[in-house]
T-cell receptor, first 109, second 115 residues
């Protein structure tokens, strides 16, 4: 089975840093995607982690610990356009993705 | 490239009506899938296809049919619409399936209301 736990909502100020934590329980775990979804729009791909450690992509970084079933997405230098839902999506070795409800990030001026 | 194109963007149906949601991709992706997204819930997989002529059921297939006659197209058919099928539907594709870290590319969604 699969289970995902991430906060429902986080609020942060423009220019700040926010860390979205995600714990998961996935049978046959393979890797983990992070997607961003703005209200009324489709999800868009942010990052993919398969090995332990940190992957950095500009203002966004994603971390994975396979042994702990834990990942986080770090958003630096927050901008108003970063207000969106962030989806932690573990996958198993058969390619099955599990989408949780996501974390709504609200960026305030 | 247009990516993944879904039509229509909005649709209102009466209970019992049937319709087809269209999905086309121009990236030569083998894997295509349909999800529905309901408020406060994660995306749920309806049906998927790993190549032309091959389809399989996802998590919530009841009330929906699919076919994959070409690599490019993956239509979703609602056989007899019910209010429980009111949702936002997303079509998504990837090059060789998500087991190999190939991310999904999503269409812009179809917002369906069944009255």
């Amino acid at each position: 089975g699969q289970n995902i736990d991430q906060p429902t909502e986080m609020t942060a100020t423009e220019g700040a840093i926010v860390q979205i934590n995600c714990t998961y329980q996935t049978s046959g775990f393979n890797g983990l995607f992070w997607y961003q979804q703005h209200a009324g729009e489709a999800p868009t791909f942010l990052s993919y982690n398969v090995l332990d450690g940190l992957e950095e992509k500009g203002r966004f970084s994603s971390f994975l610990s396979r042994s702990k079933g834990y990942s986080y997405l770090l958003l630096k230098e927050l901008q108003m356009k970063d207000s969106a839902s962030y989806l932690c999506v573990p996958t198993d070795s058969w390619g099955k993705l599990q989408f949780g409800a996501g974390t709504q990030v609200v960026v305030t001026p | 490239n247009a990516g993944v194109t879904q039509t229509p963007k909005f649709q209102v149906l009466k209970t019992g009506q049937s319709m087809t949601l269209q999905c086309a991709q121009d990236m030569n992706h083998e894997y295509m899938s349909w999800y529905r997204q309901d408020p406060g819930m994660g995306l749920r997989l309806i049906h998927y296809s790993v190549g032309a002529g091959i389809t399989d059921q996802g998590e919530v297939p009841n009330g929906y049919n699919v076919s994959r006659s070409t690599t490019e197209d993956f239509p979703l058919r609602l056989l007899s619409a019910a209010p429980s099928q009111t949702s936002v539907y997303f079509c998504a594709s990837s090059s060789i399936g998500t087991a190999n870290n190939s991310p999904l590319h999503f269409g812009n969604g179809t917002r369906l209301t069944v009255t």
